[in-house]
């Protein structure tokens, strides 16, 4: 059974920081990618930030410069460090697992709220 566990949303004010956690297991395929996304209410899912198998990142141009990528394979963990917060990074987080070449996997999402 396939499991994607996030944690470490929540509230914060404009300028601060949190690390969102995405432990994934039961995949049994090999992971080509794994990534972060939100929605915010009334807006489509977007990408915000994805790693490769071969480590290269890939960023949103919103969040460039102020959120990072990184994993630990030995942890089946995925994290996204964010800084600088802004009211537009309100959203739920989903962390999404691609594997098998084609088969996506998601998250239940985490709710990152920014206040001003």
């Known amino acids: 059974q396939v499991q994607l566990v996030e944690s470490g949303g929540g509230l914060v004010q404009a300028g601060g920081s949190l690390r969102l956690s995405c432990a994934y297991s039961?995949?049994?395929?090999?992971?080509?990618?794994m990534g972060w996304y939100r929605q915010a209410p009334g807006k489509q899912r977007e990408l915000v930030a994805d790693?490769?198998?071969?480590?290269?990142?890939n960023y949103a141009d919103s969040v460039k410069g102020r959120f990072t990528i990184s994993r630990d394979n030995v942890r089946n963990t995925v994290y996204l460090q964010m800084n600088s917060l802004k009211p537009e990074d309100t959203a739920v987080y989903y962390c999404n697992v691609l594997a098998g070449g084609w088969r996506r996997y998601w998250g239940q999402g985490t709710q990152v709220t920014v206040s001003s």
């Open positions: 039961g995949i049994i395929f090999s992971i080509n990618a």
């Open positions: 790693i490769t198998s071969g480590g290269s990142t």
